[in-house]
C-alpha cells in the first residue's frame, strides 16, 4: 500500500485559530493542512497563516491559489500580484510539496471565465511561466487544476497535461474529482494516463461534499492512485452536508480505507 | 421492462419529419422529442406535426427551446414565457403528443457563481414558479397535456436542482396537468444517491431525458445505466427516454448503441 498525505482544507475546519484547527484536524487522523488564497483579498491572510504554521510546526501540504489571481499577472504588476509572487516563494521555502492552481469551484464565474479572453488557455500558459519564472520553484511543484466546463476552459486532465507540456517547464496536474466526474469518461483510465504528471488530488464527491457524501467510486480512485504508485498528496474538499465533527472524520475514513 | 426510446429531431438524419422517423426506428428509436422553439414558430408546425402524425411518425414530447422561461425575473420575459409555454402545449397535442419540457430557468442566474444572491429572494422565486405552473397546469388540462419541470444542475439554474426541490414544487401546485422529467446528467451533478433519488420522487417522474455523465450519448461516460433502469423499473416507470445530450460521433453509429445499452 502506498500511503499519501492525506490533508484537509483549513476552510472546512471549525472556525478558531490556526492552532486549534491542527489540533482537530491531527485528532482527526489528517496528516497536513491546505491552505487557500481564492482572491486578491486572500493573499495576504494566507501568507500569514503559512508563516504561522511554520512557526508552530504545523504540517502544510499544499497551497491553493485561483487561477484567475494567476492569469492576472500578466496584466498587471500591482501589490496584490507581488504577493501572489511571495506567497508561492515562501510555500517553496517553507517545503510545500504543491501550489495548486484551480478555479475556485465555489466562487468561479462561467459568464467570465468561459471563452473569456482573461482565460485563454495562451494567457493561463504565460501567466503560469511567469509565475516559474518569478519564483525559481525548487522541490515544490506546481500544479493546474482541471476544472469542469462551466467555470473552466481547462476541463479534463488530458487538457492539463497538455497545458504542462505546452509550457514547457516542472508543471504538474491536480485532479479533482468533482470535476472529473462531470468531464472524464473514464476517471480510472484518465488517471492513468496522466500517471506521470499528477502531483495532486483533490478529493471531492460528485455533489460537491466532502469525499464519502455522493457517487464518486472512491474504491476505483484508490486502487488506480495505488496502481499508479501515487505519491503526491490529497487533499479533503467540498462543503460538509452535516457538521465537521461528523462529516470530516467519516471523509478521511472513506479515502483511508482506499488509499 | 423495455423502455421507450425518443431522439431529439435535430439528431436524425432525413429533411422531414417522416424520414427522421424511419431514421429513428432503423437505429433502435421509437419517436421524436421535438424542438419548442418559441415566437410562435412550434405552433406554426401544427399542420406539418399533423401531417406526421397521420403517416404514423410518433413524437410524444417537446422541449422548451427560448431564451427565457417561467421563472425568470423579469415579468415581461416571464409572461411571454408562460404565453409560448400555452402554445407548445397546445401544440404538442396536434402531433399526437402529450408533454413538454421546461426547467425553472436555463442559463438566467447560478448561486454558485459571482454575485451569488439572486435578485430575487428564494421564497418570491418559489411562489412566482409555483404560480407559473399552476397558469400552465390548468391549460395542459385543458388541453390534454403535462407540463413536465425539469431541475438542472446549480450552474445552469438557481432554484431546482434535484428531484426533491422539484417534487416540492410540483406537490404545492397540486395540478395533474405538471409532473416531474429526471435528466440523468444533472442527476450525475446534483444527486448524492441517483437511484434512491428516482425512488422518492415516485409516481412524480412522468418524463427521463438522457445524457451521461460528461453530456455525451448514454455509454459515452461512466453513469450508472444499470441502476437508473433498475430504479425506473422499481417505481413503474413507463415513460419515454428521451436522448438530450451531444453525440461522440454520427447518429447512426451512437443511436443504434444507445439503444442496445438501454433497451432490455
Not at chain 1, 495562451?122 to 509565475?131: G, K, P
Not at chain 1, 502531483?199 to 464519502?212: C, N, W
Not at chain 2, 407559473?132 to 436542482?161: C, I, Q, S, T, W
Amino acid at each position: 500500500m502506498v500511503m499519501t498525505t492525506i490533508s484537509i482544507s483549513a476552510d472546512l475546519l471549525p472556525a478558531g485559530s490556526l492552532a486549534k484547527k491542527w489540533d482537530l484536524a491531527h485528532d482527526w487522523g489528517c496528516d497536513a493542512l491546505t491552505l487557500s488564497s481564492r482572491d486578491v483579498a486572500e493573499v495576504a491572510s494566507t501568507i500569514s497563516l503559512l508563516r504561522e504554521a511554520v512557526a508552530l510546526g504545523i504540517p502544510v501540504s499544499t497551497i491553493m491559489v485561483d487561477v484567475d489571481l494567476v492569469v492576472s499577472l500578466v496584466d498587471v504588476d500591482g501589490p496584490a500580484q507581488r504577493r501572489l509572487v511571495d506567497l508561492v516563494r515562501e510555500a517553496n521555502d517553507a517545503g510545500i510539496a504543491e501550489i495548486v492552481v484551480a478555479p475556485n469551484s465555489v466562487a468561479g464565474d462561467a459568464n467570465r471565465r468561459s471563452g473569456s479572453a482573461s482565460t485563454s488557455q495562451d494567457r493561463l500558459t504565460d501567466a503560469l511561466v511567469l509565475l516559474v519564472q518569478r519564483t525559481t520553484l525548487r522541490d515544490c511543484r506546481l500544479c493546474l487544476q482541471a476544472a469542469n466546463r462551466y467555470i473552466s476552459t481547462v476541463n479534463t486532465l488530458a487538457d492539463s497535461a497538455a497545458m504542462a507540456a505546452a509550457v514547457g517547464l516542472p508543471l504538474a496536474v491536480s485532479a479533482n474529482t468533482f470535476h472529473m466526474n462531470m468531464e472524464e469518461a473514464d476517471p480510472a483510465k484518465s488517471l492513468l494516463e496522466c500517471a506521470g504528471l499528477l502531483g495532486h488530488l483533490h478529493a471531492v464527491d460528485s455533489t460537491g461534499g466532502v469525499p464519502g457524501s455522493g457517487q464518486v467510486d472512491w474504491p476505483l480512485i484508490g486502487a488506480t492512485l495505488h496502481a499508479m504508485s501515487f505519491r503526491g498528496s490529497i487533499t479533503i474538499g467540498g462543503i460538509p452536508d452535516s457538521e465537521p465533527q461528523s462529516a470530516i472524520p467519516a471523509a478521511l475514513n472513506t479515502l483511508r480505507r482506499f488509499t | 421492462m423495455t423502455f421507450k426510446l425518443s431522439a431529439q429531431e435535430s439528431m436524425l438524419e432525413g429533411d422531414t419529419l417522416v424520414e427522421k422517423f424511419d431514421f429513428a426506428k432503423s437505429v433502435g428509436f421509437d419517436g421524436i422529442e421535438l424542438s419548442g422553439k418559441g415566437d410562435g414558430i412550434f405552433a406554426a408546425r401544427a399542420e406539418e406535426f399533423r401531417a406526421a402524425r397521420a403517416a404514423g411518425v410518433v413524437m410524444p414530447t417537446a422541449v422548451v427551446a427560448m431564451d427565457h422561461f417561467i421563472g425568470d425575473f423579469d415579468p415581461e420575459r416571464r409572461r411571454d414565457a408562460r404565453e409560448q409555454m400555452k402554445l407548445l402545449l397546445s401544440t404538442i397535442v396536434e402531433a399526437g403528443g402529450y408533454g413538454v419540457v421546461t426547467p425553472n430557468s436555463y442559463g438566467l442566474f447560478s448561486k454558485r457563481l459571482p454575485p451569488f444572491s439572486p435578485p430575487r429572494s428564494d421564497a418570491d422565486s418559489r411562489s412566482v414558479l409555483v404560480e407559473e405552473l399552476a397558469a400552465l397546469g390548468a391549460h395542459a388540462v385543458a388541453v390534454g397535456a403535462r407540463v413536465y419541470l425539469e431541475p438542472l444542475n446549480r450552474y445552469e439554474d438557481f432554484m431546482v436542482n434535484t428531484l426533491a426541490d422539484a417534487v416540492s414544487i410540483i406537490e404545492e401546485v397540486g395540478s395533474p396537468g405538471v409532473a416531474l422529467i429526471a435528466d440523468t446528467f444533472h442527476m450525475s451533478v446534483e444527486e448524492s444517491d441517483i437511484p434512491a433519488a428516482i425512488r422518492d420522487a415516485g409516481v412524480h417522474i412522468e418524463h427521463v431525458q438522457l445524457g451521461d455523465s460528461n453530456r455525451l450519448e448514454p455509454g459515452a461516460g461512466h453513469y450508472d445505466w444499470p441502476g437508473t433502469l433498475d430504479a425506473l423499473e422499481s417505481i413503474g416507470y413507463s415513460g419515454w427516454l428521451a436522448m438530450e445530450c451531444r453525440m461522440s460521433g454520427p447518429a447512426g453509429d451512437v443511436l443504434p448503441r444507445v439503444s442496445r445499452l438501454l433497451k432490455r
